[in-house]
């Protein structure tokens, strides 16, 4: 048992090894030796381009516009945020964790892997099922082309119409019903055609998890 034991630690380590040499920033704390990543969307798993929604401030009267496509590296989040009708915007795409091949509860975060970005702030929401329209959990990044970020689901900040909740419960990965990718004008600070390129989206998991 002890040896099996230290076998998989080794095949963890060299995992994240593998993984870290593509990896210059991390959206949080890295735990480098543990960590065990799990393809979720995009590499050998499938984007699910068809089951992705557009949300926008549409729902409020903006006209932002965003979409999901296939890209040479995976898939692109682009489409154009117009803060000037609303003078504040945002615009993403959700997904049912449904749609996943393995349910959140496997893992204690998610990683994005990014080929490309234009510099913008873009945000991973995720919003527990049967939860207020205007509410969901955050982590907010800008990054570099080639970068791999990791977004501990204890790192998710809570948010209620625009602003922080510090009264709402602690995330649970069981109650997550969508995650979603966005960007939000912060106010007028962004706007403009936007484009993050993504080549996958990776479940975190501990030393326990395997692929
Ligand atoms: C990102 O990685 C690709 C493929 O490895 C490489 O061709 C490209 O030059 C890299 N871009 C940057 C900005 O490092």
Redesign the pocket.
């Known amino acids: 048992m002890r040896v099996v034991g230290s076998l998989r630690r080794v095949a963890a380590v060299a995992a994240a090894t593998a993984v870290a040499t593509t990896c210059t920033t991390a959206m949080a704390e890295t735990r480098p030796g543990t960590a065990v990543f799990v393809p979720l969307l995009g590499g050998p798993q499938s984007w699910r381009f068809d089951q992705w929604k557009a949300i926008t401030d549409a729902v409020r009267g903006g006209v932002s516009t965003a979409r999901l496509v296939p890209s040479d590296s995976g898939a692109k989040f682009q489409g154009n945020l117009d803060p000037s009708k609303l003078k504040a915007g945002f615009a993403g795409v959700n997904l049912d964790v449904g749609e996943l091949p393995r349910p959140l509860t496997d893992f204690v975060g998610l990683k994005l892997d990014v ?2 970005s234009d510099g913008r702030e873009y945000t991973v929401l995720l919003k527990v099922r049967g939860g207020e329209a205007g509410s969901s959990y955050q982590v907010r990044f800008t990054p ?3 970068q791999s970020m990791e977004a501990p689901f204890a790192t998710f900040a809570a948010f209620r119409r625009g602003r922080p909740d510090p009264s709402a419960p602690q995330l649970r990965a069981a109650d997550v019903g969508t995650i979603a990718v966005q960007i939000a004008s912060n106010f007028e600070e962004q706007s403009g055609d936007y484009e993050l390129e993504l080549r996958g989206i990776s479940g975190l998991g501990g030393p326990e998890i395997h692929s």
Request: aromatic share 0%; proline share 20%.
């Open positions: 080929a490309n570099e082309p080639n």
